[in-house]
């Protein structure tokens, strides 16, 4: 599809989602029947990877701050550099750069807890562990992490694999707790992407701190069904991966109405594809955000 023909699909969606929106609301009344009061307005953040993972920091500030995207997530290995291998003073100076500039920040790591060697293991602990300072030093909220992976057709069983990443990941969020950081730990992965697994992950981790990052996955809508789904992990979602808003198949506005009945007061990151004009891009995606969630 060209970028022209992107964009005026883009915009097609957008009006049609506003105009069902006007049209639900019409009748106050009627409206009240049928949903609960919504709570706050979700807030729209960019997760760098793919549509920023070229820009430097000051390209990112500025185009999220011309969008009206209100929270970045850094992703590690990425253009903008912010790495555990800046100083302190280079530490303080990002930092200070985001305060300035009002927007909130959290990082994107790639480490996971699935491996089956101990030291492939250990190394992902103790990275995630020295990402954690990192953030601190940042001012970040919190850090996502992968399960990664379930393991039975290298012969390891299922439960073996979650307790494993549940062990880990309770080891890294009680850390990072004590840092004033959260560890947000991501539907993502080879049968790791099912909320069934993290909602097992989570039990069988025990630990207050951990919590969730919901990655919109196309198997979010298997039995028992997407609300359910929802509702089974809703008190640890910390914040969100969005992709393609136009995607009917994914359930977007159920996802934004049960979010704001349940208070969230987390980012929804908009992780999406690059754009030859990505001001553009972003301000129809805000559009869309908005509309979706039935607040324009």
């Known amino acids: 599809m060209t970028i022209l023909a992107s964009r005026r699909h883009f915009l097609t969606s957008s009006i049609a989602a506003a105009a069902t929106a006007t049209a639900a609301t019409s009748d106050p009344t009627a409206a009240a029947h049928e949903q609960p009061a919504l709570g706050p307005v979700l807030r729209l953040g ?11 920091l000051d390209t990112i500030i500025a185009n999220c701050t011309e969008t009206q995207f209100e929270h970045v997530e850094l992703r590690t290995t990425h ?19 985001f305060e300035d500039a009002g927007i909130k920040l959290s990082l994107a790591s790639g480490f996971a807890y699935h491996w089956p060697d101990p030291q492939q293991l250990r190394e992902n602990i103790e990275g995630t562990k020295e990402y954690t300072l ?10 996502r992490v992968f399960p990664n992976a379930l393991l039975a ?12 990443i549940a062990k880990a990941a309770a080891e890294v969020a009680t850390f990072a707790a004590d840092h004033g950081v959260e560890i947000r730990l991501s539907n993502h992965g080879r049968g790791t992407n099912r909320v069934s697994v993290i909602r097992r992950i989570l039990d069988a981790a025990d630990c207050e701190h951990l919590a969730m990052n919901w990655n919109c996955d196309a ?5 028992p069904g997407f609300e359910a789904n929802f509702n089974s992990v809703k008190d640890r979602i910390r914040n969100l991966h969005l992709h393609d808003l136009t995607n009917t198949e994914y359930p977007y506005r159920k996802l934004f109405s049960l979010l704001r009945q349940h208070n969230y007061r987390g980012y929804c990151d908009a992780e999406v594809q690059p754009s030859a004009e990505p001001l553009q891009f972003m301000r129809y995606y805000r559009a869309l955000f908005l509309a979706l969630q039935n607040a324009i």
């Open 46 to 56: 960019l997760m760098t990877w793919n549509l920023a993972n070229d820009w430097d």
């Open 79 to 97: 253009a903008h550099g912010v790495e555990v291998t800046l100083s302190k003073a280079e530490r303080g100076a990002v930092r200070k750069r």
């Open 153 to 164: 057709d290298q012969g390891i069983p299922e439960q073996q694999t979650i307790n494993q």
């Open 219 to 223: 198997t979010d809508v298997e039995e």
């Open 134 to 143: 990192l953030a601190e030093d940042l001012g970040a909220i919190g850090i």
